[in-house]
């Protein structure tokens, strides 16, 4: 089983509608959670990281952890075609200098004019 | 400046090039590490460098070597590469190496072997 599991889609929805994009994963000791973006052919963007369990929201993004569960999702509202992009979930444990990001294999979102 | 830059963006070589990528942030970030990313797969890591001394090396080739010469600069030298070694490079760089969760990339070098 690997550490973190993330269906790799692709997704296609119109544009206006909710997305949700989850994760799973096995190490109990994550304790960060994280949510990237990257457009073709550029960098991996940070859009938010949450620690422990929890929500956060910043604008239309909304991630949420359940550590009970093992489960992660980010969740778009009123998407625009310009959300079209790869989304990469990683999380990284607490232990200082052994911290390494570890990334599920990202799904490729297309939102539709 | 919240910018990690990478040069340079593209880069062609052949199996017995030496080439160099660059990497500098002016952040004040006190990690910055290097991965490879192959198409629709998530980056890799490769090396870290903590208060610019190399923490980590994930069993990479000796074809591919770092350096931090400073705290701002990160390069990877590449010598006798292969062509399963084309792939996307990206820097990344964070506060301090357990601050991870808020590392910020940059743009990448797409590197072609040929």
């Known amino acids: 089983q690997k550490e973190v599991e993330q269906d790799p889609g692709p997704l296609s929805v119109p544009e206006g509608a909710i997305v949700s994009l989850n994760c799973t994963y096995s190490n109990s000791a994550f304790q960060y959670f994280m949510w990237y973006r990257q457009y073709s052919r550029k960098g991996p963007e940070l859009l938010m990281y949450?620690?422990?369990?929890g929500n956060k929201e910043d604008g239309r993004f909304t991630a949420q952890v359940d550590k009970s569960s093992k489960y992660i999702s980010l969740f778009i509202r009123d998407s625009q075609p310009s959300d079209s992009a790869t989304y990469l979930c990683a999380m990284s444990v607490s232990s200082g200098a052994n911290s390494k990001l570890t990334f599920g294999k990202g799904i490729t979102l297309s939102v539709r004019p | 400046d919240t910018e990690v830059t990478q040069t340079p963006k593209h880069l062609v070589m052949g199996m017995t090039n030496k080439k160099s990528l660059k990497c500098e942030q002016h952040m004040g970030h006190r990690a910055m590490y290097w991965y490879k990313q192959k198409a629709k797969k998530p980056p890799e890591l490769m090396f870290v460098y903590s208060y610019e001394k190399l923490s980590i090396n994930e069993s990479v080739p000796s074809r591919f070597s770092p350096e931090c010469p400073n705290s701002s600069l990160l390069n990877l030298h590449l010598h006798a590469l292969q062509p399963e070694d084309s792939a996307l490079y990206l820097c990344?760089?964070?506060?301090?190496?357990?601050?991870?969760?808020?590392?910020?990339f940059g743009q990448g070098t797409r590197l072609t072997v040929v």
């Open positions: 990344a760089s964070s506060q301090a190496w357990a601050a991870v969760y808020e590392a910020f």
């Open positions: 949450t620690y422990s369990s």
